[in-house]
């Protein structure tokens, strides 16, 4: 079988190529999206779960505080109170731990060049906790009341007033981190899901591609050759050739009908040419309905 680039086969093959080149390219965009976006909601409950994980471990610390800074208040023991800081500032991720005056002035500290210093906390005093992400750090912070017993040590004060403000500076550095990290991963997720699909759409492609074109080089263009060659031959006085085509479509009943036409050219035509040649007109041209 000859190969010509104006052909058939290779025009029939080259506009199945790009159709198939749309479709495997369309396919293996939306597999890419759709991988690329199950990544990203992977990697977002990631982070959910990493910072639910420090926040939780930071009102560890906190709750350990305030359980301490209220034993040492009862006892009117602070020196039990700044042992218990000092403890829990090795704790990993613990940055500062300690205890500011109403006024926000840190009269308690684990960073002892925080003391004296004015603590950043928003909005005004409450019993209820407050968490704030500041730069590269989390602050808890609360504002506890004063108790009926408190208040043999705070003349001035009343029930239900404000006693100071406790906190905890917690470091995001390993949730920083691990957002990095996990950033990175999906990068390279997403380039290795969209390397890997494009090689898989170039070989499902070029099978196709080579699928297609040997077939068409079977079912079409090697019967149709045939059919030329023959036609060839008839053209040349040979009237013998036969293309015993059994294939059940166009293509075979084409060459079926060449076979019939090849008879009928040889036995009847030829034989009635002959005739008249010879000068007798007793034969009949029958049709082939």
Known sequence: MNFRLTGVQC??????????????????LTMTLQTSDILHESTSESEKMLRKAINDEAHSVFTGLEIGMKKSMLDGDMDAFSNLMNELKVIPGVLEVGLAKTDLEIAYSSQENSIGTKLEVSGNLSNELKTTEQGGFLLMSRAPLLEADCLDCHADANEGDPSGVLYVRFSLDSFKN??????????????????????????ALALSALGVYLLLGRMVCSPLNKVGIMMKGMSEGHLGQRLGMHQADE????????????????????GSLQKLASGDLTFQVSTHD
């Open 11 to 28: 025009k029939v093959s080259a506009f199945l190529i790009v159709v198939l080149a749309i479709a495997f390219g369309l396919c293996t």
């Open 178 to 203: 691990a957002q990095q990290s996990l950033a990175a991963m999906l990068k390279s997720a997403k380039s290795r899901t969209a390397t890997t699909g494009t090689i898989s759409g170039l070989i």
């Open 251 to 270: 293509i075979g009943d084409l060459g079926r009908n060449m076979d019939r036409f090849a008879d009928t050219l040889e036995h009847e035509i030829t």
